[in-house]
């Protein structure tokens, strides 16, 4: 590896870390108080700038549009950021520990609403106290003018209340979208489990029997017919090499489940001593797609509890318009036997769950003709799409 190279991993690394440090910092509570973090006081500041940009910018344009002298800008800036920050600020922190009580329902709604109610009482004295008027200030009410106090308060109440809900409302949505989320996770998950167990099951189904059945046709024959025997071990060794590396793998490509059906296909026809053709013809430009394992030969299996099941069957995989197209088409009795197998429906339900409506296995029959059709998108091995 290259000085370069490990350069930039070191700097990619540490900016990773730095960027881990900076959530940490901004979602620590502070003063052992949950949800009050810099982060909630970062998004407080926000909003108090937005309410002093937008009363600055009416109050400019109500007096004497937008060319009024920087003295004047500044004054109302100074004037409105301390009226807004002794708005929100007060109302953000003690609804964030009115948030932390241990109640429910209404309750708790009537808890966060008293709070709101309190943090505009306290405002309001600290408001009447500063320097708060700009202008004509004949109209501005004296401590002992109540009525003037109380709608101050009302507004105050009404602007924290409404940023209050919305943000409980952000809150809520959030919630159940993680939730949504865990619980998806755990149904794929599940789902997960699910059909690595049948995939298990498949193939329990498929070796054991067959195998022992080979192996004892195997044996008969070297007797009988040496080059006959040979053959049958040969294609026995070529399903083994195909079949054999992936009984752990999540995926396979159609060059590997296609050997394993040709060798499949020809040691049926070998038993049938001849009752049974066999047909493979693969698009040589796929074999490098991305299939699921035992998704072709579970189809035929059933045709080897079957020792008389004579016929022809021909396998044919192109591709068409960005997807995989496998066709196993059958006739006489062994498609009989391929249509009557429940392994079909197993494998729908597979193909259903890796692709979702992506992929199709249609099953066509008509008297002793039988069409399986597999289609799948066409990606390759390397997780790219044609």
């Not at 003037?148 to 105050?156: F, H, L, N, R, T």
């Amino acid at each position: 590896m290259s000085v370069a190279t490990n350069t930039a991993l070191n700097v990619t690394a540490n900016l990773r870390a730095f960027d881990r440090w900076i959530h940490r910092a901004l979602d620590h509570n502070l003063v052992g108080v949950r949800g009050l973090t810099m982060r909630r006081f970062g998004w407080t500041a926000i909003v108090i700038a937005a309410f002093t940009l937008w009363s600055t910018v009416g109050n400019l344009l109500a007096a004497d549009g937008l060319r009024s002298a920087l003295a004047t800008v500044g004054g109302h800036l100074s004037y409105f950021i301390p009226k807004y920050t002794l708005w929100m600020v007060p109302a953000m922190i003690v609804v964030s520990i009115a948030d932390n009580l241990p109640l429910e329902g209404i309750r708790r709604t009537l808890a966060l609403a008293a709070a709101l109610a309190l943090s505009a009482l306290l405002e309001i004295p600290v408001a009447l106290y500063r320097d708060p008027c700009i202008g004509d200030c004949s109209a501005f009410p004296a401590w002992s003018d109540v009525r003037q106090i109380v709608p101050q308060a009302i507004w105050v109440f009404a602007y924290t209340s409404a940023i209050a809900v919305a943000f409980f409302a952000h809150r809520r949505d959030q919630t159940i979208a993680a939730a949504l989320h865990d619980s998806e996770m755990a149904r794929v998950d599940a789902e997960r489990v699910r059909l690595k167990s049948l995939l298990q099951a498949m193939q329990a189904r498929v070796d054991p029997a067959f195998l022992l059945a080979v192996l004892q046709d195997v044996g008969v024959r070297y007797v009988s017919d040496h080059a006959a025997g040979a053959r049958m071990l040969d294609l026995l060794i070529q399903y083994l090499r195909s079949a054999l590396p992936q009984m752990r793998e999540a995926h396979s490509t159609l060059e590997r489940e296609s050997s394993l059906l040709r060798s499949y296909l020809g040691i049926l026809a070998m038993q049938s001593n001849g009752a049974l053709s066999v047909a493979c013809r693969f698009d040589a430009a796929l074999a490098g797609a991305r299939v699921p394992p035992m998704i072709l030969l579970p189809l035929v299996a059933v045709a080897a509890q079957q020792r008389d099941a004579a016929g022809t069957a021909t396998v044919d995989a192109r591709e068409m318009d960005g997807r995989v197209r496998i066709v196993l088409a059958a006739h006489g009795a062994i498609a009989q036997c391929i249509a009557q197998s429940p392994e079909s429906a197993e494998v729908r339900e597979r193909l259903l769950a890796i692709y979702g409506d992506r992929a199709s296995l249609i099953v066509d029959r008509v008297v002793d003709d039988v069409q399986l059709i597999v289609e799948i998108p066409h990606e390759r091995t390397d997780s790219g799409r044609r």
